[in-house]
């Protein structure tokens, strides 16, 4: 990019809309790496690695609060879409789902989509996927 080229778009910093609750022992260790997608309605949701002690994580679900202006300031937590319950996903150490991503699959014709929750497997240098 030279300098009077125009970048793409812009990124504001609006602040934190998520952090650790700490009267919960499941986010011990913070909260943290979450996807996002929208629902039909258009409603925002997240999808944190939760933390506990020990490394023990699992993937939550919230929904995103807006302010009057349309800006994100909280989240209702609705609690976990997935918790290592998996061989692979568990060893004498620590235990986990982290980092996921979501996909949306619509096809044509499609009665509904399919979202594919895909994270990183702590034990090995793999993903899982479900649906």
């Known amino acids: 990019m030279t300098v009077t080229e125009k970048p793409l778009f812009c990124i504001e910093r609006l602040g934190v809309i998520m952090e650790p609750d700490p009267n919960n022992p499941d986010e011990a260790w913070g909260v943290l790496n979450p996807a996002a997608a929208r629902s039909r309605n258009g409603e925002l949701y997240i999808f ?11 993937i939550g679900i919230a929904k995103v609060i807006f302010d009057d202006q349309g800006d994100p300031k909280a989240v209702e937590r609705l609690g976990y879409v997935l918790e290592p319950t998996a061989s692979y996903e ?10 996921p991503r979501i996909n ?18 702590r034990t090995k240098n793999s993903f899982s996927c479900v649906r």
């Not at 944190?48 to 699992?58: F, I």
């Not at 949306?104 to 497997?121: A, E």
């Open 104 to 121: 949306l699959r619509n096809l044509p014709g499609q009665i509904c989509d399919d979202l594919y929750r895909i994270w990183s497997i």
């Open 48 to 58: 944190p690695r939760v933390v506990a002690e020990k490394n023990y994580s699992r």
């Open 90 to 99: 568990k060893n004498p150490r620590t235990a986990g789902c982290e980092d």
